[in-house]
């Protein structure tokens, strides 16, 4: 295991006015308000990521009024790292805040060898929390989520699963992310028959990757459940970080595991010209507008970011001062992305 924690960092205290300019939405028909902008672990809280750096990201989130850290328990590398990592800045940084968080993970992908290591078994969904609240070292997550369908195993027994980690105090609720329509209605009405009520989904959702306008959002709408977009810039692609090249400091060019370059066609760099050309006009980075386009629908509860430097923090944040777009706008944008 590599620890980079090159710098040290004085005492932290947050900023007083870290509220002031976050703008939250309530979750659903729930109780809950998350920030429109969350923050996801998924990259650079890995063991060979710097943990200064993680610390300075996390401190200028919370700072902008962002309350909602969002993991997994396969994220890293290597698996588990992002909540190892997550639990040494929390312990040094963010115990005293600790009820002004909304921390969240999941289970559902691949972690450890065997049959129990993966999927949605009520064996494995358990187990799975347990490692994950020792890695972070706490006492209950904020938000529990089944990270996908598990095609084998009944619903019954997935929702029924974390129904009970609700009832057993382990977290305070549950959501379920990239379920089509038809199974996140039916575990709605499973949670609701546990006496329990779905929070969230968790879905992929960028301009460039619109399945969820095929029904998923419109059957949130109707079981009252919120919905937090994962994957908003289409992994660094509607930003305009690849105008001009493949920059060696990319993701594109450093991790292909969910960005390759042959991705980033001549096609696909034309419309993300053209839309960097409105969110110009707009007088909005491009990664702006993506965010504030995906804000524009009030069932979007929350665009989850992940981001590399504290200063992309701020500009994400900064999206929020302009979620209004004009229709020859959005007519001129739908046209570039449907042509």
């Known amino acids: 295991m590599k620890i980079n924690d090159t710098s040290a960092l004085p005492d932290y205290i947050a900023d007083k ?6 703008q939250f939405r309530r979750c659903g ?35 902008l009024g962002i309350t909602h850290f969002d993991l997994a328990n396969n994220y890293g590398p290597p698996y588990g ?3 190892e990592n997550f639990g040494r800045i929390f312990k ?20 450890w060898p065997g049959p129990y290591g993966n999927l949605g078994s009520r064996k494995y969904l358990i187990a799975s929390l347990d490692q994950s609240l020792n890695r972070m070292g706490l006492d209950y997550v904020d938000i529990f989520y089944s990270h996908r369908r598990d095609p084998d195993t009944p619903l019954e027994e997935t929702i029924g699963t974390l129904a009970d980690i609700l009832q057993q105090g382990k977290a305070l609720y549950a959501g379920i992310s990239q379920y089509s329509p038809e199974d996140t209605a039916r575990a709605a009405e499973i949670m609701k028959e546990h006496g329990r009520s779905l929070l969230i989904h968790q879905p992929r959702y960028s301009m460039f990757d619109r399945w969820v306008e095929g ?11 919120g919905a937090i977009a994962f994957s908003p810039l289409e992994q660094g692609i509607l930003t305009n970080k690849y105008l001009s090249g493949f920059p060696e400091d990319s993701r594109a060019v ?27 006009t707009r007088g909005q980075s491009l990664a702006q507008m993506a965010i504030s386009w995906l804000l524009k629908d009030k069932r979007i509860t929350s665009v989850l970011v992940g981001v590399s430097r504290p200063e992309q923090i701020k500009d994400n944040v900064g999206s929020l001062d302009r979620l209004n777009f004009s229709s020859s706008e959005l007519n001129a944008i739908r046209h570039i992305l449907e042509s």
Do not use: C
């Open 254 to 280: 450093k991790d292909g595991r969910y960005l390759k370059q042959d991705q980033i066609t001549s096609e696909v760099l034309e419309k993300v010209k053209k839309l960097n050309n409105i969110a110009m």
């Open 92 to 111: 040094r940084d963010f115990v005293p805040y600790r009820d002004e968080l909304i921390i969240s993970t999941k289970a559902g992908w691949d972690m």
């Open 17 to 22: 006015e870290r509220y002031d300019q976050m």
């Open 29 to 63: 028909h729930s109780g809950l308000l998350l920030p429109m902008i969350s923050l996801g672990l998924w990259h650079n809280f890995g063991h060979d990521d710097d943990l200064s750096n993680g610390r300075k990201i996390l401190r200028t989130a919370f700072d």
């Open 81 to 83: 790292s992002a909540e």
């Open 215 to 225: 029904g998923l959002l419109d059957k949130l709408e109707q079981v009252g459940a």
